[in-house]
């Protein structure tokens, strides 16, 4: 079990190339991985990413529940002996890389390795995509609510869903796009 010294879901993509010829060997062990994962605490999931061209990189993302359980898996016995059954089959050791949920949904997928997002510019950005939303919702959207006469504790609820709905599929996007200069300096 976690002590609860880090409790938020982390994401780990590993990169590694299959040696020629041993692709499918390589593949299937990974999948041999993701069952051994099933019985460690903490595991949310895995998928295995094909190369789409032969010769090019496999990619694997597993999800634990915390940094604790994907450490505990890290220094378990199953993942020493199911990696040195992979190394015939693969060229070197995987490129890791990890991604909190936050750095996922502000950078995405392509994030430079080793980038971590300090958390008070996290905080600048997210404010400056919610204090506009927010103040459009509560100036066009919640008077109707009042009409309605709805509870306040239900129109909160609504105007938070509406509010976290456009910021996470409108606003997000296009503030961290524009604001990347400021996420990830020009150096990474």
């Known amino acids: 079990m976690s002590d609860g010294t880090n409790q938020s879901a982390v994401t780990r993509i590993a990169r590694r ?6 692709a499918a060997q390589y593949e299937e062990l990974v999948r041999e991985m993701f069952g051994l994962m099933r019985a460690h605490h903490g595991f949310l999931g895995a998928e295995l990413i094909p190369p789409e061209a032969e010769g090019g990189q496999h ?10 359980d994907l450490a505990r ?3 378990s016995a ?26 996922e949904w502000f950078l ?12 008070w510019k996290t905080a600048v950005v997210t404010w400056m995509g919610i204090w506009p939303l927010a103040s459009l919702v509560l100036w066009l959207v919640a ?4 009409d309605l006469g709805l509870p306040f504790l ?13 910021m996470v599929f409108l606003v997000s996007p296009v503030l961290t796009k524009a604001m990347r200069w400021f996420l990830v300096p020009r150096g990474r």
Do not use: C, Y
């Open 143 to 146: 008077p109707v609510w009042k």
């Open 154 to 166: 239900l129109s909160t609820a609504i105007n938070v869903v509406l509010i976290v709905a456009g």
């Open 78 to 103: 199953q993942r020493r002996e199911i990696f040195a059954r992979m190394r015939p089959h693969a060229e070197g050791e995987p490129e890791h890389r990890r991604l909190s949920a936050i750095d």
């Open 17 to 22: 190339r299959a040696r020629p010829g041993h």
């Open 108 to 119: 995405g997928p392509d994030v430079p390795r080793g980038v971590v997002v300090p958390r």
């Open 73 to 75: 898996w890290d220094g």
């Open 59 to 68: 990619q694997v993302v597993v999800n634990f529940a915390s940094q604790d």
